[in-house]
Each structure stands twice: as C-alpha cells, then as structure tokens.
C-alpha cells in the first residue's frame, strides 16, 4: 500500500515563505516522479513542476522562479520551497507519485496568502 501524505502549508502574509514536503511510503521501488499539482475554486488543477527521483525536475505552468523543488531519494520526499509568495499562490496544493505506472495521491495541503 503505497501512503503519499503533504504537509507545510498554512497562512502567510504576501512576501512570506513556505516550504511543502510530500512523503510518499509503501513498496516503492524503480524510478518514478513525484509532482506537484494546485488547485483553486475558480482554476482547474494547474501543474507546478515535478521531479524524478534522480533530481531531474520539468516544471509547469504553475512554476515561479521564486520557488525551488528539491528531492530525497532515501526517504521519498519532495519539498517545493515557496519564496516572496503572492495571494495568486493561495491554492490547494497537491502531491502525485508515480511509480510503475500508477499514480498515487495525497489529500493536498492548504496554502493561504494575505494581502
């Protein structure tokens, strides 16, 4: 049973930082990518970027040049570090491993940015 779990979000003021960490669990083994995805009310789910386990990292529509996606192979966690965050960051943001051709979801972690 393969567990994809978020945390780090929360409520920040504009120009604060937050760093998410997605940590994936389970038999996993062979390549494979995790990605972050967010989403809003009012947007369809938006690809941030993601990355292979080899550190290898394509980003999305969503990507910021003041974010940073960095991995760990060893524990199977990603972190996605968000700097100089704006209210368009406010989104839910959503973790996806995918490993041997299945994708495995995490509920997502709320990231609110006040002006």
């Known amino acids: 049973q393969v567990q994809v779990v978020e945390s780090g979000g929360g409520s920040v003021q504009t120009g604060g930082s937050l760093r998410l960490s997605c940590a994936a669990s389970?038999?996993?083994?062979?390549?494979?990518?995790m990605t972050w995805y967010r989403q809003t009310p009012e947007k369809e789910r938006e690809l941030v970027t993601s990355?292979?386990?080899?550190?290898?990292?394509n980003h999305g529509p969503g990507w910021k040049d003041r974010f940073a996606i960095s991995i760990d192979d060893a524990t199977k966690t990603m972190w996605l570090q968000m700097n100089s965050l704006q209210p368009e960051d406010t989104a839910v943001y959503l973790c996806r491993l995918t490993v041997s051709g299945v994708d495995h979801w995490g509920q997502g972690t709320q990231v609110t940015v006040s002006a």
């Open positions: 389970g038999t996993i083994s062979g390549f494979y990518v």
């Open positions: 990355i292979s386990k080899f550190g290898n990292a």
